[in-house]
């Protein structure tokens, strides 16, 4: 089992920044691909970040790219999403997920999840 935590959400004006933190305990964290995903009330979850165990392949979703960041410290068991010029549209709930496969970008292919954060950004 692997239990991931999220943190760092909040209310930012459009065109703000946030950092999420996603802390892991349980297994051996830097066995995991670790993604980051989102849901706004109404919508399906969809894939924002993924990063592999070692942090050497990331991928974005196309409405995300130049503007968010994943990483992740395997020494403190986090991986980190950093958000800047945040849109109204980027309001959601952000979940972290784990998965021992190779970085997976579709939430059924995720066995861990976290609770969530909720992000807001008003305009």
């Known amino acids: 089992q692997v239990q991931l935590v999220e943190s760092g959400g909040g209310l930012v004006q459009a065109g703000g920044s946030l950092r999420l933190s996603c802390a892991a305990s349980?297994?051996?964290?830097?066995?995991?691909?670790m993604g980051w995903f989102r849901q706004a009330p109404g919508k399906e979850r969809e894939f924002v970040a993924a990063i592999s165990w070692s942090g050497g392949i990331t991928y974005y979703a196309d409405s995300v790219k130049e503007r968010f960041t994943i990483s992740r410290d395997n020494a403190k068991n986090t991986v980190y999403l950093q958000m800047n010029s945040l849109k109204p549209e980027d309001t959601a709930v952000y979940y972290c997920?784990?998965?021992?496969?190779?970085?997976?970008?579709?939430?059924?292919?995720?066995?861990?999840w976290g609770q969530g954060t909720q992000v807001t950004v008003s305009s």
């Open positions: 349980g297994r051996t964290f830097s066995n995991y691909a």
């Open positions: 997920a784990a998965d021992r496969s190779a970085v997976p970008t579709t939430p059924n292919e995720y066995d861990y």
